[in-house]
């Protein structure tokens, strides 16, 4: 029976742990050293979840990291005891989910046990190794073709997941591990930020002086999230998908000063109106990146666009002074190859960013001089 006072799902899980599987775990398996996460995906992995989101893929579950030792001596066994004994329900929530048609974990609320429940036991290599398809060592340096085709909304389930408890230490060594880009990285992906907007900034305009204002409108769009994604990366935060992207950027610092001018932008009826409301939002998101202080300042007024009536930023101009200040020869040698940027940027195809499998093909883009 499903619970009639909502509870974000991450409480809910808390206290899952806590005063019902924590308890089994101590009694069955006393000194299984052990982090217990709700690092997965899901709405309420980033509190984004509301009432709406626990009718599937919601409610009572957890990834437990245990060692690669204790996976391989008693995974299975935790898994069958905490079936035997977990309770039929929790504050009114099912234990017991099945697979829905369309594949997504539904709650099965049952008369009898045992309990076919969602609580994971693995290890931090092989969640990285199935959710990313990625060999991680701690304390290996990450190579910059991986940080390229690993989705943001990974990242940021990695990294913000909560934790209830952290008796191994996996969590902890995996959320320092994957924290934020590194510097040269990161630059290269404010360059390959800018690059996408210096290369449509004038088609506004253009569009709609030839009487196209459905292609001026979805161009402006377009700018628009990508001077978004450019705020996360300023922000150095990673970007939740296209369901919660917009959720994300309100809760960024920036979020006050552009809603307006990019509700501006998106409700303008004319190219003209579009051009004004994104001129202004160039010239706040322009000082945004001088206030870095990782280029020299550069100018962030718009300006016309060689002799025609456009206003422009001319991302170009950022493009080349952040090429200018990376070190890496790594990166180096990838932004002189290609400036697309990771898989967020030059892709919004929800099959290429969730399948793990494709990410090694998606590797090969960045794999200077190779063959």
């Known amino acids: 029976m499903m619970q009639a006072t909502f509870i974000p799902g991450a409480e809910l899980s808390r206290r899952y742990y806590e005063e019902v599987v924590r308890p089994i775990l101590d009694d069955v398996f006393p000194g299984l050293r052990h982090d217990a996460t709700l690092i997965d995906s899901g709405s309420e992995v980033l509190g984004f979840d509301t009432p709406i989101s626990r009718d599937h893929g919601w409610g009572l579950r957890l990834r437990l990291f245990v060692s690669e030792e204790d996976y391989a001596r008693a995974a299975e066994s935790i898994v069958?005891?905490?079936?035997?004994r977990l309770p039929l329900e929790f504050l009114g929530w099912p234990t017991s989910y099945v697979k829905g048609d369309d594949g997504s974990w539904m709650?099965?609320?049952?008369?009898?046990?045992?309990?076919?429940?969602?609580?994971?036991?693995?290890?931090?290599?092989?969640?990285?190794?199935?959710?990313?398809?990625?060999?991680?060592?701690?304390?290996a340096v990450i190579a910059a073709g991986d940080w390229l085709t690993f989705p943001q909304q990974k990242l940021r389930a990695i990294t913000h997941g909560p934790v209830y408890h952290e008796g191994l230490g996996d969590a902890g060594a995996m959320r320092t591990a994957f924290r934020y880009y590194p510097r040269d990285v990161w630059l290269y992906l404010l360059a390959a930020g800018w690059t996408r907007i210096g290369q449509e900034e004038a088609f506004v305009g253009r569009a709609g002086q030839v009487g196209d204002e459905l292609g001026s409108r979805l161009i402006a769009a377009r700018l628009v999230r990508d001077l978004m994604m450019l705020c996360f990366l300023i922000e150095r935060v990673y970007a939740p998908y296209a369901k919660w992207f917009g959720s994300g950027f309100a809760r960024l610092g920036c979020a006050a000063a552009l809603m307006p001018l990019f509700e501006r932008v998106l409700a303008a009826s004319d190219w003209h109106g579009r051009q004004e409301a994104l001129a202004e939002a160039y010239a706040f998101v322009a000082e945004m990146h001088n206030a870095l202080g990782v280029t020299p300042p550069l100018p962030a007024q718009a300006s016309q666009f060689h002799s025609r009536p456009f206003l422009v930023i001319h991302g170009e101009r950022f493009a080349e002074a952040l090429l200018k200040v990376i070190?890496?020869?790594?990166?180096?040698?990838?932004?002189?190859?290609?400036?697309?940027?990771?898989?967020?940027?030059?892709?919004?195809?929800?099959?290429?960013?969730?399948?793990?499998a494709l990410r090694p093909a998606l590797r090969a883009l960045f794999d200077v001089g190779a063959g």
Do not use: C, K
């Open 80 to 84: 069958e005891t905490l079936r035997q």
């Open 107 to 139: 709650a099965d609320a049952r008369a009898n046990g045992p309990v076919d429940h969602l609580v994971r036991v693995t290890t931090s290599a092989r969640m990285l190794r199935a959710d990313l398809n990625y060999e991680w060592q701690p304390g």
């Open 327 to 356: 070190r890496d020869p790594a990166v180096s040698q990838i932004a002189e190859h290609t400036l697309i940027g990771s898989v967020d940027q030059f892709s919004d195809s929800t099959d290429l960013r969730e399948q793990a």
